[in-house]
């Protein structure tokens, strides 16, 4: 069964017609060509497709596009208007990727991750958060200072 | 047919930093913002999707294929089978003995059987299930030793079951000691797990060949496999690089790589296809479980006399790099240590489970798990210091090893040794959430033992027994918008470790150019050899080091001739004379000329080992890395955490230290992994746990903080001094973290990974 649902991507309307079992994940990179998010897995198991949705952060995979109808949907290629978000100047200094196939992933999980924190983060806090995100290449270590950084900027 | 309309992108080429300094990625904008373009972002108007019907059988013959329903299906455009193969229906990285598609029979569960395209992805699944396929199911052969001797079992390939067989003897093979240890040690499967799944868009083009653009490790091997299984010149099957999300090793063989071109080329339309997870596990090689028998010698005052090692590995179904890891596995054998006498053999072989092949530290992770767990047990048996034991019998400069080859570069394992030792340990734990089990809450620090554990290890660089390896560059310079510019182009594999931002580094400092364009990585310049073996910084960097100079000879000549000023030097975009004098100034100097060249870098010629004595000098260079790893285990429920894995190793010469950390980070991680976590599992050649719900790989919460010590003695062979980074760490991460999971529980532990079971005894 098809649906009419409009996504807000990025700040831009983007009405589509979807098959109702379709996933964020899949309406965002198949149908509306926004590859910023990527498919590591497609079980919820690897956080490559993390996106915000109404700032809050969501495995897109794991979310059916039509309970996305009307939301706010954020991509790592929008977080800054063509710019650079504080979070993704952070994971450039401190070489938090490699390949870069998990980072529009972690970056949008690290925003999240910020958004919900409210005070100081520990290492062990930014650990524990950011736990649903594999980087297989291991960039662990930049990835804890790159979170660290934006949190000190943050506060 | 044009280009795909999402494909390989320009990299910035406005950022700073010459050998020795830590520029920016110049991908790192694209991939902070998710708009590197990898394989899997592909796009063409005009595209279908490819989807692979693989065998559900380890071993099985097959009687029958039938395709008709699959391809009445609504919405399929094409149903191929081996029948349909233009070319040989044969490849393989050493012996050309995998089907790209199975004819007669199956050799391991997942081998591709018959091919669809469609017009969407769920499409071609539901049209793979139609496909009918009559198999006979036969017993699979499964124990690595057994294939290795079991005359009565199956051949599973015309020679047997044996791919190779490889014996090293030296000195006195009967040597006696006074201090005998022995072990069995077996290594399961590991997966590359690179996050980003094996994906490609095959366009055909009008000259009847087919551009395919892809991730993987080496584009110009793939060329000559694909163009031969399609009956075509090389020069017909063209491969541009794409984003690659991570290799490993895991992309050296070919996956959807002729499969894609069978298809586009069959229907002449541009046909993409990407793996999902679980197709993944079973679309590469993993690397190679191996079973080892070792026995180590030594005086009482703790010199080792001899070693004696029987090693067995699995390859699985299809050679692949099987006769690579018995060749590095035998030669690595006795590790970084002064040994006089051993005798080694080593076997690969066939089996029905899944193929095996590269895995960084190929060939040298499973012999490095053995003979360091040997080492800790020597030391145990001598009530010696297990880091001293090492230090005591680390090979140097002039050591010969095991083949008689000897070291004639910096071999510093003492010193590595002595600089983990000699890092402060980590206070015991004292927050909740720092035991094992964390935020589960599972302790509150009874049952919990702590351990320090050492793995040293000693792993070849760049190819070997006797491969003329190489790479090639062509670097144009030029003026662009009043700025000199040069434009470096190599066939090499950016897989994540950095390689765009050496090259870039290489030209800046060679050309004093600030401005350096990379051309997308293609097959329209020369073999650059894989990104594998820890060796594209050597031989890549060798490469466009020697294009530079090239173009720099020309740059001079040029200036000569202008002013009759012999210039030797490009600074600043300057050309400099040898007395530090500006001859002119680099852009006014070129003006509209063009200046290119091509180069290839070879590294010093190795050699075959002898088949009977295993004597030889096979390797151009060795890398050296010592971890000391500190863990918590909770004993009563077999829980590990790895408090603190420190690493000391030699580069040679960091040309970008941050990315040498960052490799010795994630190589570390790998190697924990191993020893706590990874493994395929695999019961009668059926894979049971292809996902990440079930294969599990580190998380942010399992990487321990590590304290890197990067040394510097240069190769004195190598360009800039370099010495291979990317695999070292990988290897003796895991006995490290093994070894001090036994002194903290006092359990033998033989295998990797360390499961909760095996520390419980349940
Ligand atoms: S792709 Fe969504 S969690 Fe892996
Ligand atoms: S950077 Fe490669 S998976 Fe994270």
Known sequence: ???????????????????????????????????????????????????????????????????????????AAGLANGDLHPVQRAFIDHDGFQCGYCTPGQICSAVGVLEESDGELSRAEVAERMSGNLCRCGAYPGIVAAVEQAAGEQR | MSAPARSPQVLDDKISGGIGASPQRPDGTLKVRGEFAYASDLWHENMVWGATLRSPHPHAGIRSIG???????????????????????????????????????????????????????????????????????????????????????????????????QRIVKGDPDARADVVVSGVYELGMQDQAFLGPEAGLAVPAEDGGVDLYLATQWLHVDQKQTAHALGLPVEKVRLTLSGVGGAFGGREDLSMQVHSCMLA??????????????????????????????????????????????????????????????????????????????????????????????????????????????MDKLATALGMDPAELRIRNAMSEGSTTV??????????????????????????????????????????????????????????????????????????????????????????????????????????????????????????????????????????????????????????????????????????????????????????????????????????????????????NAHVQYGFSAHRAVVDVDTELGLVKVVQLDCAQDVGKAINPDAVLGQIHGGSAQGLGLAVMEE???????????????????????????????????????????????EPPTISATPAVANAIRAATGLELPRVPIKPEHLTGT
């Not at chain 2, 990440?692 to 903080?705: A, G, K, Q, R, V």
């Open chain 2, 265 to 374: 080329l069959h229907l002449g339309r541009p046909v993409k296809m990407s793996y999902n997870r679980e197709e993944s596990f079973f679309g590469h090689v993993h690397r190679h479980p191996a079973r080892m028998y070792y026995e180590h010698g030594a005086t009482k005052d703790g010199d080792l006399v001899y070693v004696k090692a029987r090693m067995y590995f699995d390859g699985g179904a299809y050679a692949s790099k099987t006769p690579v890891v018995v060749g590095n596995g035998t030669t690595l054998s006795v590790g970084p240590y002064n040994v006089p006498n051993a005798h080694i053999e080593g076997w690969g072989v066939y089996s029905n489970n899944p193929t095996c092949g590269a895995m960084r530290g190929l060939g040298a992770v499973q012999p490095t798990y053995a003979y360091e767990s040997q």
């Open chain 1, 1 to 75: 069964m098809d649906a009419e649902i409009t996504l807000r991507v990025d700040g831009a309307d983007q009405p589509v017609t979807v098959d109702t079992r379709t996933t964020v994940l899949d309406a965002l990179r198949e149908r509306l060509g926004n590859t910023s998010p990527k498919k590591g897995c497609d079980h919820g198991q690897c956080g490559a497709c993390t996106v915000l949705v109404d700032g809050r952060r969501v495995l897109s995979c794991l979310m059916l596009a039509v309970a996305a109808d009307g939301a706010e949907v954020t991509t």
């Open chain 2, 403 to 616: 083949t008689g080859q000897v070291v004639d570069f910096p071999a510093p394992v003492a010193e590595l040794v002595r600089r983990v030792r000699d890092m402060p340990l980590p206070p015991p734990n004292t927050d909740e959430l720092g035991f094992p089990g964390g935020a589960a809450n599972t302790t509150h620090g009874e049952g919990v033992v702590r351990g320090i554990g050492y793995g040293v290890t000693i792993k070849n660089i760049a190819y070997a027994e006797g491969l003329d390896d190489y790479s090639t560059a062509r670097v144009r310079l030029q003026v662009i918008g009043g700025e000199p510019t040069a434009l470096v182009h190599t066939a090499a594999a950016e897989v994540g470790q950095g390689l765009v931002t050496v090259q870039q580094q290489i030209a800046r400092s060679e050309l004093g150019v600030e401005r350096i364009t990379l051309h997308t990585s293609d097959t329209s310049v020369g073999d650059a050899g894989s990104s594998s073996a820890s060796r594209q910084t050597y031989l890549t960097g060798g490469a466009v080091r020697n294009a530079c100079l090239a173009v720099a000879e020309r740059v001079y000549a040029l200036a000569a001739e202008r002013f009759g000023v012999e210039a030797t030097n490009l600074s600043g975009g300057k050309v400099v004379a040898a007395d530090g004098a500006v001859v002119a100034d680099l852009a006014e100097l070129l003006g509209e000329d063009v200046i290119e060249e091509t180069r290839e870098y070879h590294h010093r010629k190795t050699y075959p080992l002898d088949p009977e004595t295993g004597q030889g």
């Open chain 2, 680 to 726: 395929i599992q695999v019961t009668d050649g059926v894979v049971r746990n292809p996902s990440f719900t079930d294969y599990l790989i580190p998380t942010i919460l399992d990487m321990p903080p590590m304290r890197v010590d990067i040394l510097e003695r240069p190769d004195p062979h190598a360009p800039y001094g370099v010495r291979g980074v990317g």
């Open chain 2, 67 to 165: 395709i008709a329903k699959a391809l009445a299906y609504p919405g399929v455009h094409a149903v191929l089978t081996h029948a349909d193969v233009p070319g040989e229906n044969a490849y393989g990285l050493k012996h050309q003995d995998t089907p790209v598609l199975a004819e007669d029979r199956v050799r391991y569960q997942g081998e591709p059987v018959a091919l669809v395209a469609a017009d969407h992805p769920e499409i071609a699944r539901q049209a793979l299930k139609l496909i009918e396929v009559d198999y006979e199911v036969w017993e699979p052969v499964t124990d690595m030793e057994r294939a290795a001797h079991d005359e009565t079992l199956p051949r599973l390939h015309e020679n047997g079951n044996v791919v190779r067989h």
